[in-house]
């Protein structure tokens, strides 16, 4: 299996701008995660879903941020209009509703 | 609400040995993850406890004390590609395979 596969790997925008950033799971796993991590706040989870339904998104900043998973193997999290503090490298993960999340290699968002 | 404290950062030498701590707040509890990432990389899974005890593999060893709230992370003979942070996290009974996870804990090798 090629694990999670994220795109793009890096994006560079100016603030104002729609960026949307995909995730393909791996095949069989029914939780996805969307996690943010920065400097100071860490690996934050901002949204995760189960059998393609959100299920808690009160990670998620603000209402300029929104996720879909439309079917089992493909998710967006989307930011809109961006700003330049959500600049920061986002993870999407997935598992089998156990113990062990398998992350994506990440998407280095820079928004100027 | 759930908590999750480790030490921020923890430098050794190669060869030596040395044991990350966390300590945990949550309701329903139901087990403790460490995960390591290296700079520029993705967190990726060492291991897991849901029992009290200690869990090997390899050179990493897991602990946890359900009673205490509290696990730690042991590595043995250590090298200078173990440099990178660890995080533990903690999963919930009840929440699909949701973790917490704490702030991490910076690990410098040194020759």
């Known amino acids: 299996d090629a694990g999670v596969i994220q795109s793009p790997r890096h994006e560079v925008t100016e603030m104002g701008q729609e960026v949307t950033l995909r995730c393909k799971p791996i095949s069989g796993h029914n939780s996805l995660f969307w996690y943010r991590q920065t400097m100071m706040r860490g690996l934050e989870l901002l949204i995760y879903f189960n059998n393609n339904v959100p299920i808690d998104d009160s990670g998620m900043p603000e209402d300029r941020f929104s996720a879909k998973m439309p079917n089992a193997s493909f998710s967006t999290l989307k930011i809109q209009p961006s700003e330049p503090r959500d600049s920061a490298v986002y993870f999407c993960?997935?598992?089998?509703?156990?113990?062990?999340?398998?992350f994506g290699p990440g998407t280095r968002l820079t928004v100027t | 609400g759930q908590s999750l404290e480790q030490p921020s950062e923890v430098t050794a030498v190669e060869g030596a040995i040395v044991q990350i701590n966390c300590t945990y707040q949550?309701?329903?509890?139901?087990?403790l993850s460490w995960y390591q990432q290296h700079d520029g990389g993705a967190p990726t899974f060492l291991s897991y406890?849901?029992?009290?005890g200690l869990e090997e593999t390899g050179r990493f060893s897991s602990f946890l004390s359900r009673s205490d709230s509290y696990g730690y992370l042991l590595l043995q003979e250590l090298q200078m590609k173990d440099s990178a942070s660890y995080f533990c996290?903690?999963?919930?009974?009840?929440?699909?395979?949701?973790?917490?996870f704490g702030r991490g804990t910076q690990l410098t090798v040194w020759p």
């Open positions: 996290a903690v999963k919930r009974g009840s929440t699909l395979g949701r973790l917490y």
């Open positions: 993960a997935s598992s089998l509703e156990g113990y062990e999340q398998y």
């Open positions: 949550t309701s329903g509890f139901y087990g």
């Open positions: 406890n849901a029992l009290d």
